[in-house]
């Protein structure tokens, strides 16, 4: 690869030894991608936050960067921690408490912004069309990369973290135009009402399709791009078109492979996760509840507890709306990364495909798997 001064500077320790580390990787990554250079980044969305997916391993690699030095020379935020941070969290056990306060000190001390969301563009790390960024939350790299256009692959939290340090990115996959485009159309013909049903399209398509989605026959609303980006991104889809709908050109792609997706689909995906049918807990927002969808449930006055997990940023701006002591608003982080199952809670009810696939396999959660009114009863 061909690097300019400051990045040989760089990979020759004048900025550090963590900085040089953090070069070293992105040269690796580059290299193995035929990448010809590293081009500059603003934005990152660091994963690899929360005590209960990086454990000590984790905690030890980013205290001692912290410590050697490394600082962000980016904006960078912050993927969910395992509890809230503005909760007393007793039911948390206090090693993992002690052990996620180290972790967050850590990336503080580096300079990242401890937003702890993975929806970072509803939380004021919103890229615009075109820009070169760098996130690591496969959610939000689908959002960003479809929904507003802006390029990034599907970093690796190692890989997030590296960019944020050097400002730099290797130019290669999707930072290119022609890496863009579809290869495959989707005919969606038991057309989706409503967040769920995204989320089971794309999870369906997710599980089934490898490459770039051109979905035809769909209207989705910003919460329900959410939702289908949350649902692909639990396949490998790192980026989808919606024709006439999404900002990224489709002309110019190849005479593409075209899959329907029927009613038997939908039905088959709701068979997979749907486990057990009166759940300890209700849990929404994965990907973390946007205002609008907090207020949708304001309107549905539940009857029910129901714990709903959102960014702090979001949060701070729905509490006076809450007059329902049934919604918990719980923000900085979510049902599937933090230690539900250390906290007796053994099956949950949600309407999202990713948290029901993670919470199912990560955390042996039993699964309600259905639509809010029905979560609801
Ligand atoms: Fe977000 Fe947690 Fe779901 S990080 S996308 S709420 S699994």
Redesign the pocket.
Known sequence: MELTREEERILGGNKGEGAEKAMEILLSIGELNDAPRLIPVKRVQIAGVSYKTIGDAGLDFIRDLAESGARVSTFATL??AGVDLGADNTLVPKRFRDKQTEILEAYKKMGATPSC???PYLAGNKPGLDEHIAFA???AVAYTNSVLGARTNRESAITALASAITGKTPYYGLHLEENRLPTVQIDVEAEPVGSMDYSILGYHVGKHVDGIPLFTGIDPSPEDYKALS?GLATGKITMFHVLGKTPNKTVGSKKLERVNYSAEDKLAVQGELNTCDDPDIICL????YSLEEIKSLIELRPKKEVWV?TSRHVKEKAEGLIDNPNIKLISDT????SPLEEMGIKSIGTN?T??AY?SSTLSGQKIMFAGIKDLLG
């Not at 927002?285 to 973390?288: D, E, F, L, N, W």
């Not at 979510?334 to 990364?337: A, G, K, Y």
Request: charged fraction near 10%.
């Open positions: 993927n969910p969301t993975c929806t939350e496969s959610s949350a927002g994965c990907p973390h997990y979510c049902m599937v990364v999202s990713k948290c993670y």
